[in-house]
């Protein structure tokens, strides 16, 4: 299985500004990434065709750390956070993750995880004058709150958390639980029943045709900020200029109820 594609509407900005022309030198870009939850996560990245693999694809993160990882100027892909992870044997290619696995691998290599899990999309652009585009995605689903904005901070540039913990509230067929029969993600729609109104496509595949589920309905009252469906509006998707971000994993407190979260 594999994520769903970029979403429609960060594709139209992209190619806006590739076509405009408006493309200068190429610069490097440092992204942070902070792990808040209380819990360790193994923090995955991929690229999108023709993009280099960064930060090895992947690397553990203890509670309360920050890993600084560098990303070409113009780097474009994904990045998600893997929970439960126990890397006994990483040639087996059995899941060693409970929520965004990798064919078994610390370090992703490319390989794309497996849903749910919350996805950050990014797209950064060459032309710092220009604005980089990104989104946070629950299109197959979500594992973790994450917030993303710039450094230093603006409040255009930021992606919020969530109100709520989704996987304290997801309707039992959508969830994904783990050995000890916790609740460690929850799928969308789309995921879950591999249906053409969920999924937005073949007849459904246009705005028009494709609306808010009850499901999507229920991601977005909890996490305002993030892309429910392939064709949410207003679109979700940030544009900031900006050569540094922060990804941070639960980023508001953590309560015993995930409430906050």
């Known amino acids: 299985m594999k994520f769903s594609s970029i979403s429609p509407a960060i594709l139209l900005l992209i190619w806006h500004f590739i076509t405009s022309g408006k493309l200068g030198e190429v610069e490097a870009c440092t992204i942070y990434i902070k792990n808040k939850c209380p819990f360790p996560i193994w923090p ?12 090895n694809g992947g690397f553990y993160l203890p509670p309360g750390r920050i890993r600084r990882i560098g990303a070409p100027g113009d780097w474009s892909g994904r990045i998600w956070a893997r929970t439960g992870c126990h890397f006994d044997d990483p040639t087996n290619h059995k899941p ?25 999309e990014m797209t950064i652009q060459f032309d710092k ?8 995605s629950l299109v197959d689903g979500y594992n973790l709150p994450v917030s993303v904005t710039s450094k230093p901070s603006a409040t255009k540039c930021v992606v919020g958390s969530c109100s709520r913990n989704l996987n304290a509230m997801c309707p039992p067929e959508l969830q994904v639980i783990n050995d000890e029969g916790q609740v460690v993600a929850c799928k969308s729609a789309c995921l879950a029943f591999n249906l053409d109104s969920f999924c937005c496509r073949n007849k459904y595949g246009s705005p028009d045709k494709c609306k808010p589920s009850v499901y ?21 998707v940030v544009g900031c200029s900006s050569d540094q ?4 994993f639960c980023p508001d407190q953590w309560g015993t109820d995930h409430s906050s979260a």
């Open 44 to 55: 995955a990245t991929a690229p999108n065709a023709g993009h280099p693999v960064i930060a």
């Open 96 to 120: 060693a993750c409970e929520t965004g696995d990798c064919d078994g691998k610390l370090g992703c290599e490319g390989t794309i995880g497996l849903p749910p899990v919350t996805l950050v």
């Open 216 to 236: 999507s309905s229920l991601f977005k009252k909890s996490c305002p900020s993030y892309v429910t469906y392939a064709f949410d509006t207003p679109s979700p």
């Open 129 to 136: 004058k220009q604005p980089s585009f990104y989104d946070v």
């Open 245 to 248: 971000f922060v990804i941070t």
